[in-house]
């Protein structure tokens, strides 16, 4: 119990440090609202899941001699997101009601999680020292509490910033540069995720 105690601790302090996750998150729900927040959390949380499945499965090593494509993706990424920072910052202001969220939200959070090789090396070494028998109950228990306290402190970022976008609602112009920013910042912290 004191080793799970332990887990939620660190994973919270972690959750609250911003990273590309969150700088999309952040740009997502203050761009769209926190419906589109919230899918791009459970975009962003799947993704997570995908890498610690790979870790339980002992992906990573196979992942390390995969790095190359890996790192493709990754920069295709880098590459979109900055993008998608630039085009949004020099977007015109508009009204928030009328504005709707992309269908493929929740992929691309999904993409953006599963793609950055640093969680996965750092889940590969974080996540082991809180299982204390090895067992795959073990496993299966760190794994779930580390995705809900991801979850759940995600979603408090949600409610940052659908705060900052009833604030922000009275300068729209305000709201698309924040966004534009929080969008190429998700961008350039996923092309400063270096490999270990």
Sequence with gaps: MEMLVALVIATAVLVMIPGPNVALIVANSVQYGPRSGVMTVLGTTAGVALQLVAVVLGMAVVIEFAADMLNWIRWAGV????????????????????????????????????????????????????????????????????????????????????????????YSHWRNRLTGAFLAAAGLGLALAKRV
Aim: hydrophobic share 55%; aromatic share 12%; with cysteine.
């Design 79 to 170: 590459a979109y997101l900055i993008w998608l920072g630039i085009r949004t910052w020099r977007t015109p202001a508009s009204d928030l009601t009328g504005i709707k969220p992309a269908p493929t939200m929740f992929l691309r959070a999904c993409l953006l999680s599963a793609a950055n090789p640093k969680t996965l090396l750092f889940n590969a070494a974080f996540l082991p020292q809180f299982v204390a028998n090895g067992s795959t109950g073990g496993v299966l228990v760190v794994g779930a509490v580390f995705l809900a306290v991801i979850f759940i402190g995600d979603l408090m970022w949600v409610a940052f910033a659908d705060a900052a976008r009833k604030r922000l609602s009275r």
